[in-house]
């Protein structure tokens, strides 16, 4: 088991021209914290890019920014906060769910598996904040697509769709990303004791206000407890609504959404607690150190309380829900893994969803983690695997 | 007119015309199939209106099931298909071919869903982009991307294009505003990827898809996500001795941390055929106009309406003024949005460009332009999307002189070169099509087209959807199918580069 650790582009190019010629395969790894999100990579060698790191353009005033791929996103971050700015799809790291140390994820990994945060019903997904990119396909070849402006319409964008192919199309080795101003001021507004269908119901009406409700998440009360700022909710369910911009703004649109939570009971949390509430929230964190299986299902917000009062019946688990009740963290309970996993791709389907076993626990193996496409799907995605990687030698595997 | 270089017809398919068309008739019966040149006169080009070519028959489907059958004829008979949704491109997207079927969907017009509490209206692709905004009215929800055709063009284009409009800056353009789509693939095959949600698992089709031009598939419903309304809008007019103190104003909002709802500029020359025509009060002393505008919940509108005025003051603004009403903003625009007919009194013809180039550039793109006015001796007026970087220069000239349609596109893609050449890109919203397809060469190499043809092989591997398009002629990589360039070892070297 060989890991080969470029430096710059060309060594990428020389690797994968190799490897492309002698058939063989790598895992490509950025700093491995979801090494354990998807299939196991059928690989015994890994291309570890963290040797390609550094932030090669910043200009703040244009919003723009370039990194190469095994950049630390902490490093980013921390450039971009001295301006004021940050990533607005607010990335996930999610490491600590495979009982990885937080802080390492990099700006390749993240692409790659185009995971954002609570803010991304409003901002955006990362791929969408991806302006370009350049990459090696699996014929060892050197692209690019994109550029550094945030219009442009120039051919196929190929930066937005090789985001999230985990890196079984191409491999990033430098991306240019748009960036925005940090919101000065925050608050969120948390309402008390709702169940789950009520709390969703108020969630979607919030976003369907004006009043720019950033992020929407409900917390059942079987979680509740375990977030890291004491709300006085005495166990009950959260739901939580986040404000952010400038100061008046957000006193402002805080006293509209009370308006609109009519006599329910509230309270409003200010800035920095606020901002660690949805940083717990942002990672899953509730999760994190554990070993069960862990579900994640995108589907349309008011099909989230519908799915969960399915699968009760099928065993137990715990929950919670955020982009306004469209993504659902689902962790099963020991013995009830088997069971939860033979209802849930069903369920979520007839919601209009789909579920991906982000963390298989004892799950069996025949479960694939990634949702079953529908055939004529599946068989583009084929087309699109074997020509951009005819010898399968990125990740083979990895996506099922 | 000039001479463009499409795809050599398949003569197989000229000779066989007859027994296409009755076959399509059989698959679109009644008025579905037009194959008369009276018929198909109105179908022979799109809003880039320099070329026009007949197709080889218009077919106007009504159904998914009539789409998937068309295709999959053509895919098994070798016949090429441009599709086409309003047809008001500015890149020729929807330009017929002599050999091609021209699938019109202008049929598919009706919404079939709306969603309010989950947030998504589901509807037909030949659905104008108003008609949903229209749709969601009564409830205070739009759909925010938004086109200055947007009256007309259809959101099926709207998807092709990725198309974005003056409020993309804080709004985004249309692939970050689509959740869904139903699509036939060429050889008929129908697939539907993502939905009423926010994620599609797997490979990112959508975003594939979104500004994929018409060759990937025929789109047969959309899935967009609406907004509600802002509470307030206002504007600000702003009026500058130079164009860098309005691109450092532009420049100063952003680094505030500010992102208007749009942010738009216009050149001396734009400014005045604008007050010509619309009297909307803008100042005739000034070098530069900006039309900035903000909206949110009124709290935050007020606040940053006198943070903007502030920077306005400090870069030199000579002339400030605040709407005080929905009238009054409405005047604002007036100018800008009728720029390109007020233009159009200036010249016989003009051609609208579209380059894109990083803000801070502007100053030096400006002057650059006005040399090359003079070195070709054609008038420009500019029209640009200040926030973020997207340039709508006008060039006039007029088509009935010899010579100066010739000079007016070779000025083009100088200004598209130069666009390039500062960091920018050939093409912010209006699409390369036919228009720019030949200039792909200035921002891509040949691996970067290679591998934008191995997306398309992968949808498309007869190459059989809108060909022409995209991707320049003659590019050694246009007809390679699932076959790639490999390392410059190439089959047919004796093809000229481009």
Known sequence: ?400 | MTRLAMPAPFTDTLERRSEIVAALSAIVPGEGVVADERGMRPFECDGLTAYQQLPLAVVLPETVEQVSRVLAYCHENNVRVVPRGSGTSLSGGALPLEDAVLLVMSRFNRILEIDFPNRAVVVQPGVTNLAISKAVADRGFYYAPDPSSQIACSIGGNVAENSGGVHCLKYGLTTNNVLGVEMVLMDGEVVRIGGKRLDAEGYDFLGMIVGSEGLLGVVTEVTVRILQAPEIARALLLGFPSSEAAGACVGDVIAAGIIPAGMEMMDRPAILAAEDYAHAGYPRDVEALLIVELDGPLGEVGHLIAEVEKIARDNEASFVRVSQNEEERALFWLGRKAAFPAVGRLAPDYYCMDGTIPRRELPHVLKRMRELSEEYGLGVANMFHAGDGNLHPLILYDANVPGELEKAEAFGSDILKLCVEVGGVLTGEHGVGVEKRDLMGEMFNEQDIGHQQLLKAAFDNKHLLNPGKMFPQLCRCAELGRMHVHRGRIPFPDIPRF
């Open chain 1, 1 to 400: 088991m060989a890991v080969l650790r470029p430096e710059n582009e060309e060594e990428v190019v020389r690797v994968l021209l190799e490897r492309y010629e002698r058939g063989s395969p790598v895992a490509v790894v950025g700093s491995g914290g979801k090494s354990g999100w998807g299939e196991t990579v059928a690989a015994e060698d890994s291309l570890d890019l963290s040797g390609l790191s550094g932030v090669t353009l910043y200009e703040p005033n244009e919003l723009v920014l370039s990194a190469r791929a095994g950049t630390p996103l902490s490093m980013i971050e921390t450039l971009l906060a001295e301006n004021d700015q940050e990533l607005a799809f607010e990335p996930m790291d999610a490491a600590p769910l495979f009982g990885g140390a937080s802080g390492q994820a990099t700006l390749g990994g993240t692409l790659a598996a185009n995971v954002s945060g609570p803010r991304r019903i409003k901002a955006g997904a990362a791929r969408d904040h991806v302006l370009g990119i350049r990459a090696v396909s699996g014929w060892g070849e050197l692209f690019k697509s994109g550029g550094r402006v945030v219009k442009n319409v120039t051919g196929y964008d190929l930066s937005r769709g090789l985001s999230g192919s985990w890196g079984t199309l191409a491999v990033f080795t430098e991306i240019t990303l748009k960036v925005l101003p940090k919101a000065p001021d925050s608050a969120t507004l948390v309402v008390l004791g709702l169940n789950d269908a009520a709390g969703v119901d108020l969630l979607c009406a919030a976003m369907g206000s004006p009043w720019e409700v950033s992020s929407a998440a409900h917390v059942p009360a079987a979680l509740s407890a375990n977030l890291p700022v004491d709300l006085g909710a005495g166990g009950r369910a959260l739901t939580l609504m986040r404000l952010e911009g400038v100061g008046p703004s957000v006193d402002y649109r805080a006293e509209k959404l009370r308006a609109l939570a009519g006599d329910l009971e509230a309270v409003l949390v200010a800035d920095t607690e606020s901002r660690a509430l949805w940083r717990h929230l942002r990672d899953a964190s509730f999760f994190a150190g554990g070993q069960g299986a862990l579900w994640r299902l995108s589907l349309p917000p008011l099909g989230g309380p519908r799915v969960v009062n399915s699968l009760k019946a099928a065993g137990s688990f715990r929950h919670f829900y955020d982009w306004s009740g469209g993504l659902l963290w689902l962790a099963s309970e020991p013995g009830s893994e088997e069971a939860l996993a033979a209802l849930m791709r069903g369920t979520v389907e007839r919601e209009g969803g789909y579920a991906t076993l982000v963390r298989r626990g004892t799950t069996s193996a025949d479960v694939p983690a990634f949702h079953p496409q529908a055939p004529a799907l599946a068989a583009l995605a084929r087309n699109l695997r074997q020509n951009f990687d005819p010898k399968n030698i990125l990740n083979p595997g990895r996506m099922g």
